[in-house]
């Protein structure tokens, strides 16, 4: 059974930082791309950062470049987010996911099969 679990998610303040980490079972990580993204209440999903197939060229979306890491560690199947000076928009449920293409990056939510259940971040003072 291919499954992905997030776990990391906290309340924080803001300039705070927090690392998330997802884990896969039934699939190995570093054969695929990985994406993180984020829903916050009333909007949509969106996309913050994916790493290609192999840990290579990581890709963030511009409202958290320089702020978010993503990496990935092969040993334990594991992808992770670092996600410093947190701000309070930043808040939502933060999810990992599996994209398609498994030799392509995509911040597009339309693009992946295995989706985490999400681990909620809360931004506030």
């Known amino acids: 059974q291919l499954q992905l679990v997030e776990s990391g998610g906290d309340l924080v303040q803001p300039g705070g930082s927090l690392r998330l980490s997802c884990a896969a079972s039934?699939?190995?990580?570093?054969?695929?791309?990985i994406g993180w993204f984020r829903q916050a209440p009333g909007k949509e999903r969106g996309g913050v950062s994916c790493?290609?197939?192999?840990?290579?060229?990581?890709i963030p979306a511009d409202s958290v470049k320089g702020r978010f890491t993503i990496s990935s560690d092969n040993a334990k199947n594991t992808v992770y987010l670092q996600m410093n000076s947190l701000k309070p928009e930043d808040t939502a449920i933060y999810y990992c996911?599996?994209?398609?293409?498994?030799?392509?990056?995509?911040?597009?939510?339309?693009?992946?099969?295995?989706w985490g259940q999400g681990t909620q971040v809360t931004v506030s003072s």
């Open positions: 790493i290609r197939r192999g840990g290579a060229t990581p």
């Open positions: 996911a599996r994209v398609k293409e498994r030799d392509a990056c995509s911040l597009g939510p339309n693009d992946v099969d295995v």
């Open positions: 039934g699939f190995t990580l570093n054969d695929n791309a």
